[in-house]
């Protein structure tokens, strides 16, 4: 299953960059300094351009702290929005990663319920130098999107694209909403 509706919000999985999806905000998986890095961090900031770093060293001088978010606009990037979520480092699953990435999703919905948006798009949080296992981030991710939809009914969100950048990735995050589906 890669698309499935919860309340008014309709949830995607699609195979592709984030960055390519044409919704209000995309979601970046970020370090805690919000500084840039590899991977989809450092292509957002690529993307976006010089001024990404330059608004976020003045509305995030000190970073943020695991599982918190900070929104900025989008810069030269098509969406109006990048909500940078600073992901967990996973050591042995006993450190309170799962609670971290959850407030990921969970922070960045909020932020952009906030904002009055209507569509999000997320890459995998954590899910590559980060080390955090695949499947299991899938589920959290999906967990914690479904508990947001059913205790926010009269969010302004109708769109949400989980947009797997690897084939892997797509199959873990397809599969975990599959079986969310079905409980």
């Avoid at 960045?108 to 499947?135: E, Q």
């Avoid at 969100?157 to 909403?177: C, D, G, P, V």
Wanted: aromatic share 8%; net charge neutral.
């Amino acid at each position: 299953m890669e698309q499935v509706t919860v309340g008014s919000l309709q949830i995607r999985v699609v195979l592709g960059s984030v960055l390519d999806q044409e919704v209000d905000a995309v979601v970046n998986a970020a370090n805690k300094a919000m500084r840039g890095g590899g991977g989809i961090d450092g292509a957002t900031h690529a993307r976006a351009g010089r001024g990404l770093m330059e608004e976020l060293m003045k509305i995030a001088p000190n970073g943020c702290r695991t599982g918190q978010v900070v929104v900025t606009t989008g810069q030269k990037l098509p969406q109006k929005f990048i909500i940078h979520a600073a992901g967990p480092w996973y050591q042995n699953g006993k450190s309170g990663e799962a609670e971290k990435l959850a407030s990921c999703y969970a922070n960045a919905l909020k932020a952009a319920a906030d904002r009055s948006l209507s569509s999000i798009a997320f890459c995998s949080i954590s899910t590559g130098i980060y080390g955090y296992p695949l499947n299991e981030a899938a589920t959290i991710a999906i967990r914690a999107t479904f508990d947001f939809a059913e205790q926010n009914p009269e969010t302004t969100l109708r769109e949400l694209i989980f947009a797997m950048f690897k084939e892997s990735e797509f199959a873990a995050f397809t599969q975990a909403l599959a079986a969310r589906s079905t409980e």
